[in-house]
Nanobody, 124 residues
């Protein structure tokens, strides 16, 4: 599976962005997908995940109510709609996927495939 992330950019605080992650390869509908973000000098941080076999979505507390993960399996694409953006949301955002069940979806090491990252910058 190859992942291609896009949609990042510069936005003012309170604004919105929608990130996309297009997948090519296997049967994407049976992959767990996640979004992570990273700032310089820090570890990659979990943002959101979708577990395909339970159709459950999970978010880090800092983004609950503001970010929404969705997926279009027909298009093999995952989205992260980000609203009410804050300066502390500034980071490089990565999408990730794995076909393995039972992973700790909050940990980056649980994912096998990664997109190249897209920069999100929120100005105050």
């Amino acid at each position: 599976v190859q992942l291609q992330a896009s949609g990042g950019g510069l936005v003012q605080a309170g604004g919105s962005l929608r990130l996309s992650c297009a997948a090519s390869g296997r049967i994407f509908s049976r992959y767990n997908v996640g979004w992570f973000r990273q700032t310089p000098g820090k570890e990659r941080e979990f943002v959101a995940a979708h577990i395909w076999n339970t159709d459950s979505k999970w978010y880090v507390d800092a983004v609950k109510g503001r970010f929404t993960l969705s997926r279009d399996n027909a298009e093999s694409t995952v989205y992260l709609q980000m609203n009410s953006l804050k300066p502390e949301d500034t980071a490089v955002y990565y999408c990730a996927a794995t076909s393995i069940s039972g992973i700790n979806f909050r940990e980056a090491r649980g994912y096998d495939y990664w997109g190249q990252g897209t920069q999100v910058t929120v100005s105050s």
